[in-house]
T-cell receptor, first 109, second 111 residues
């Protein structure tokens, strides 16, 4: 099993819809979790950290499920500008972060 | 600037030549990562440094690829005898027990 796995997509979603992605991780000792956004031909940038209690930033909600070893990202009222690749990242140990391959999201007008 | 700096931003080289890519991480960041990304593909892990040591070099695709880090800071990724399949964006990231920050990458084109 890969250390961090994501569905590569693409997810094609109409504007205004709600979309959710999951990311599974294999190491139960993982400590920190993140979602990144990568636009075409750009470097990944931190979207939000994922806290144990879950966290929300505007239309974006991130949650952690330690029992099932996955994190999720929910985007409500999706905008055309949300089209991007979303990568999850997990700090597995000793300050080593592992990235998933990313999930491509296309918001359709 | 305080971000991760990579140079050059673009590099065109002839097949068979050697290239060196440089990464200057955020000051104080002990972890440094190199990734490769081909057009339309996901991040491909190459190597991870903790300080000057590389506890995980499992992603280096062949012995033509090597990397070093000196002084716990700057890292150089060297590709010897470049091949066309080496053409990609090479991304460097650094972290210190929290999120990782990426440089803008070096776009390598082997012709």
């Amino acid at each position: 099993r890969k250390e961090v796995e994501q569905d590569p997509g693409p997810f094609n979603v109409p504007e205004g819809a709600t979309v959710a992605f999951n990311c599974t991780y294999s190491n139960s000792a993982s400590q920190s979790f993140f979602w990144y956004r990568q636009d075409c031909r750009k470097e990944p940038k931190l979207l939000m950290s994922v806290y144990s209690s879950g966290n929300e930033d505007g239309r974006f909600t991130a949650q952690l499920n330690r029992a099932s070893q996955y994190i999720s990202l929910l985007i409500r009222d999706s905008k055309l500008s949300d089209s991007a690749t979303y990568l999850c990242a997990v700090n597995i140990r000793d300050d080593k972060i592992i990235f998933g391959k990313g999930t491509r999201l296309h918001i359709l007008p | 600037g305080a971000g991760v700096s990579q140079s050059p931003s673009n590099k065109v080289t002839e097949k068979g030549k050697d290239v060196e890519l440089r990464c200057d991480p955020i000051s104080g960041h002990t972890a440094l990562y190199w990734y490769r990304q081909s057009l339309g593909q996901g991040l491909e892990f190459l190597i991870y440094f903790q300080g000057n040591s590389a506890p995980d070099k499992s992603g280096l695709p062949s012995d033509r690829f090597s990397a070093e880090r000196t002084g716990g800071s700057v890292s150089t990724l060297t590709i010897q005898r470049t091949q066309q399949e080496d053409s990609a964006v090479y991304l460097c990231a650094s972290s210190y027990y929290t999120e990782a920050f990426f440089g803008q990458g070096t776009r390598l084109t082997v012709v």
